[in-house]
């Protein structure tokens, strides 16, 4: 029992360090919703949106776009365990839509992932989603975002 709570302890606080030193808060820095993981054991441990990227490093992350900020940077943090290369595909979809379209990412045979999709925000105003799939189309992690006029 006093190895779970350490155990917790230290990822609590290793999430801290982390979204310390690269300028995220709790509130905009959207932890991967929890999803069955893909065959293989493929999962997204983050995912974050944000208004820009820079130096490997998402900028301005938000849950909230304006139709002017032009782009929506989506950081996606794998872990492959199987370390089987396979891909994904990243969708920014309208609240309530079907699941089609996106951009497909290869992932390579690598334990440890870190890939980027964009979108712009150049659609109506409203709520969205942007939801990481599996090779099969089974929804790894989604996080949810509005543009607004």
Known sequence: MKKIILCAAALSLAFTFVS????LDAASAQEAAPAEPAAGGLSVTELV???GFADHAPVNPSTSFSRSDGRIYATIHLANPARTATTIRVAFEREGAGGHGGVSLDVPARARYRTLARTGTARAAGSYR???YDAEGHELSAAPFTITE
């Open 130 to 132: 942007c939801v990481v």
């Open 20 to 23: 310390h030193e690269h300028g």
């Open 49 to 51: 949106l944000s208004k």
